[in-house]
């Protein structure tokens, strides 16, 4: 069944006269149309030193492996997932190590801030990764970090331990340390320390790693992500500087190395953005593509490259979120556009990261902050995303649409997206963000007109991301469903709002169901 003629995507919350928008019914007519997006595009990159918080110890974390399950059966493929952050390069593997958790070393001797040999993790690290949905794609964190006489010995170890223990899950690429544009600074490294130094080091334990490890094992050479960057605005860490430098020159100067481009961003970051966050200001929705511009013009270098890019690290704040912000429903419609956004440039995926302390993580994985494990109103994003992919069947793409009719005072709140399916229209997200507070309800409603020609008399299913308001912690709703439970199965609202439809008149035109203020 054409997921057009069964569902339409709408997230909303206030609301006033009617939008216009007419599609492309061909993904060959639509404007700023993707490539194909894989089905684990929307996932996560989960810090290491929080990986036993979200995985569990010696018994799994039901929530999580529910949570992720969740997803991996909404589109198709799991999510796929980094595991990475800056605890990457603080952390030594040691094969006899039996613990269920990181151990701090005694007497570190690795150079940084934080030293670079700080904890030590063992087997059942990964024996905890591997409880993740069966197939997850895992791109994971060696400590490039780390310069004691063992360095290339400590690096080709944690790779042999990866490749070799993950059963269930599939390893699919490494990144070889985490941030190095920032590594004078961490005092990783010291003067002279730049992009061409970084390559030289990177070929060099990358190819120990494949030598030693990924050849042995029959993988590809092909297995890295550099540069893995927090920011490469004004620094030699560019991705066309780097290309310059020979990191794809590979193994003995001839077959690469480098399977894809890894960079991170974040939306806001506490300390180092110029401006104080507010909610309002994080639901006008072209300031997300104006924050990312930079990056977006990186994404095209590195496609023309021939190699995909990755956005491994990316949080609407960082480096824990903000409570009142990160953690409403504003977030979630928040996080919604941006894998819409992504997708359109031809991101190849998207890791929102996550630690067990952050209230922009899609779910809280134990107690903290006073209050228990729960999920955060963004997973709802995520459950919208995977579903909107999994009607696709692994053939979606995705373009941006243009709209007529945006009533005063909506202008930067209103978008709309389309989802195409082997070449056809297949879904239509609309958001309408201009927020109604659960705390002040505003009122008001915003209907959207549709001219679909080549559907008439088609009928089109409406699904709803659904909350009191934009600052709602709780009270979240998709398609009929919460995901608020103890254990992460969702669970059908006795109000279930899953099956409202518009029907396409004789004229190719249909008015959609009016937003209530608040989103309700």
Request: net charge negative; glycine share 10%; proline share 5%.
């Amino acid at each position: 069944m054409r997921r057009l003629a069964s569902s339409l995507l709408l997230a909303r919350l206030a609301a006033a006269q009617t939008v216009s928008l007419a599609p492309a019914p061909k993904a060959s007519n639509a404007a700023g149309i993707s490539d194909v997006v894989d089905s684990s595009f929307a996932g996560f990159g989960f810090e290491p030193s929080n990986l036993f918080s979200f995985t569990g110890t010696t018994s799994p974390n039901g929530l999580s492996v529910n949570l992720l399950q969740n997803l991996a059966d909404y589109a198709g493929a799991p999510a796929a997932m980094r595991i990475g952050g800056n605890t990457a390069d603080y952390m030594i593997y040691d094969a006899d190590y039996s613990g269920w958790s990181l151990k701090q070393n005694p007497d570190p001797q690795g150079q940084g801030a934080i030293p670079s040999d700080s904890f030590t993790y063992g087997p059942n690290y990964f024996k905890a990764l591997d409880r993740f949905p069966k197939g997850t794609e895992i791109t994971f964190g060696l400590n490039l970090a780390y310069e004691g006489d063992d360095y290339l010995q400590n690096i080709v170890n944690e790779a042999r331990a990866a490749v070799s223990l993950l059963k269930n899950v599939r390893l699919v690429s490494f990144e070889v340390g985490n941030e190095p544009d920032l590594y004078l600074k961490n005092g990783f490294r010291d003067a002279p320390w730049g992009g061409q130094v970084y390559t030289q080091q990177f070929l060099e334990r990358a190819s120990a790693v494949y030598e030693r490890v990924l050849r042995p094992a029959g993988l590809s050479a092909t297995f890295f992500e550099p540069p893995a960057t927090a920011s490469t605005i004004g620094t030699t860490f560019e991705i066309e500087q780097l290309v310059k430098d020979g990191i794809l020159a590979g193994v003995n100067g001839s077959t690469s190395l480098v399977a894809g481009w890894n960079q991170h961003d974040y939306y806001y970051f506490v300390d180092v953005s110029t401006y104080a966050l507010t909610l309002d200001h994080m639901l006008q929705l072209p300031t997300t593509a104006d924050q990312f511009a930079y990056w977006a013009s990186q994404v095209k270098i590195a496609l023309s490259t021939g190699l995909p890019y990755y956005l491994r690290e990316m949080a609407s704040a960082g480096p824990v979120g903000l409570q009142g912000i990160s953690d409403t429903f504003g977030a979630a419609l928040w996080t919604l556009n941006f894998f819409l956004y992504a997708a359109s440039l031809s991101i190849a995926a998207v890791q929102m990261h996550m630690t067990d302390n952050s209230f922009a993580s899609a779910w809280q994985p134990g107690t903290m902050y006073g209050k228990g494990p729960h999920v955060r109103p963004s997973y709802a994003a995520f459950a919208a995303m995977a579903q909107l992919l999994g009607a696709c069947n692994g053939s979606a793409q995705i373009a941006p649409l243009t709209l007529g009719g945006v009533p005063a005072g909506y202008a930067g709140y209103v978008g709309a997206w389309a989802g195409y399916a082997s070449g056809a229209l297949q879904a239509l997200v609309l958001l309408n963000t201009r927020a109604s507070n659960a705390s002040a309800p505003s009122g008001g409603t915003l209907p959207f007109s549709l001219a679909l020609p080549g559907l008439e008399g088609q009928t089109l299913y409406i699904s709803r991301l659904s909350a009191p308001g934009a600052d709602s912690t709780e009270g979240v709703s998709w398609n009929g469903l919460s995901f608020e439970t103890s254990d992460g199965t969702p669970k059908k609202l006795d109000k279930d709002d899953s099956a409202s439809t518009v029907k396409v008149d004789s004229n190719g035109n249909a008015a959609t169901w009016d937003a209530r203020a608040g989103g309700g």
